[in-house]
């Protein structure tokens, strides 16, 4: 599986994580802490192409989201999603390969911690806010008889906007979100009941991804759920391509503090020319790998 990484020409993943510095740790609720090392490990295998965008890339606060993006950037490694305000966490980032040139826009809806969205002058993530009605769902409570969700129209105009100044600059454009919402019941009632709604993406999401498709995106991956969904492909011009390499998370408490232990869900993208459409997943438990016993999800 490694050897497949390192010869992608887009090895693409979310870093679900803050990058944490010694003595730098989380007092409130689960936080999933990374030193910088884990970046040397990622850069190792070959990723190149980075989102930050998650419900944990605030778990050391603003310092978490400027640690993350200076250990990035110090080793050249292409990221979207956070950044020092909400025009930079929005901007599509681009990774040239002798190949073509691939954008990236990412995002993140549910479960974002107060103050971890990016503002016009503040730092923090790229968030979609998802509205159910006048409310707005951040996948925290049930929310029973409220009308279908929305995504904000603020948010999905500029993610939109996004989307379509990258198609102008690259060859192949990936959209990614790291998604918390399903209907309108919290995260954990879907899973902790085991709802059907958690076993496919719903109407909402689904018209939401045609949209960025229809706006330029050449592949939109999610992560957030622990399951994996099915794969959709549309007929329109678009670039061919070819993924693979998923692997779930768990993480580890180390010194009081819960780290990552793993490197999270990953992806590998290739843009290939003259096939057809092919989507390959290959399954990858590190936990069984390393005799700790399989990793379950229901």
């Avoid at 996004?162 to 990936?174: E, M, N, T, W, Y």
């Avoid at 290939?272 to 700790?292: K, M, N, Q, W």
């Amino acid at each position: 599986m490694i050897q497949g990484l390192l010869k992608g020409d887009v090895v693409f993943t979310n870093f679900e994580a803050a990058v944490a510095e010694k003595g730098e740790t989380v007092h409130e609720g689960r936080g999933f802490l990374a030193p910088p090392e884990a970046l040397d490990a990622l850069a190792t295998l070959g990723f190149n192409l980075l989102s930050l965008s998650d419900n944990h890339a605030f778990d050391v606060k603003v310092t978490g989201i400027q640690n993350t993006i200076r250990e990035a950037d110090s080793r050249k490694i292409v990221h979207a999603g956070t950044g020092n305000n909400v025009a930079e966490a929005a901007a599509p980032v681009y990774l040239h390969t002798p190949k073509g040139t691939v954008a990236l826009i990412a995002s993140a809806s549910g479960l974002i911690a107060p103050g971890g969205s990016a503002t016009a002058d503040g730092p923090g993530v790229n968030e979609l806010r998802i509205e159910a009605g006048d409310q707005e769902n951040e996948a925290t409570l049930d929310l029973p008889g409220a009308p279908e969700n929305t995504p904000n129209h603020e948010d999905s105009r500029r993610i939109l906007q996004s989307i379509r100044g990258a198609r102008q600059h690259a060859d192949l454009v990936i959209v990614y979100q790291h998604k918390h919402v399903f209907g309108n019941h919290s995260f954990a009632t879907i899973f902790t009941e085991g709802m059907q709604e958690r076993l496919a993406p719903n109407d909402w999401l689904r018209r939401w991804t045609h949209a960025e498709v229809d706006a330029g995106a050449d592949i939109v991956v999610m992560h957030g759920a622990p399951l994996l969904h099915g794969v959709e492909t549309l007929s329109r011009p678009a670039h061919l391509l070819r993924s693979g390499q998923l692997h779930l998370q768990r993480a580890a408490r180390v010194d009081g503090d819960q780290r990552t232990d793993d490197l999270g869900e990953r992806g590998r993208v290739r843009a290939i020319s003259g096939e057809e459409l092919a989507v390959d997943f290959v399954p990858t438990d590190y936990f069984e790998l390393r005799g700790r016993g399989p990793a379950r999800y229901s």
